[in-house]
């Protein structure tokens, strides 16, 4: 059975940092675009980051681009996604998932076949 499992969640002031981590006890982790998505309260789960099996490409959503980095290690079976220069609209669940379609970047939920249970981020101001 296939399992995703965050890590690295917490609180933080408005201008931190924090770096979230990703298990995966995929067979074949290298050859799976991995993906970070989040989900506010009240709101839709929405698109971060992704990053490709290789980890030669990464792909990042507009809001987080210069202060969120995607990267993977694949002799660990482990993405991550460093976070700096925090904002309290950065406050959600953060989810790691794996892509099962293929194509790059994988920015949509649909591509994704598995998900981790997620890991909660709070920025204060």
């Known amino acids: 059975q296939v399992q995703l499992v965050e890590s690295g969640g917490g609180l933080v002031q408005a201008g931190g940092s924090l770096r979230l981590s990703c298990a995966a006890s995929l067979r074949t982790f290298s050859t799976y675009a991995m993906g970070w998505f989040r989900q506010a309260p009240g709101a839709e789960r929405e698109f971060v980051a992704a990053?490709?099996?290789?980890?030669?490409?990464?792909y990042y959503a507009d809001f987080v681009k210069g202060r969120f980095t995607i990267s993977r290690d694949n002799a660990k079976n482990t993405v991550y996604l460093q976070m700096n220069s925090l904002k309290p609209e950065d406050t959600a669940v953060y989810y790691c998932a794996a892509a099962i379609s293929s194509g790059f970047p994988p920015s949509s939920s649909g591509r994704y076949g598995y998900w981790g249970q997620g890991t909660r981020v709070t920025v204060s101001s």
């Open positions: 990053i490709s099996g290789s980890g030669g490409n990464t």
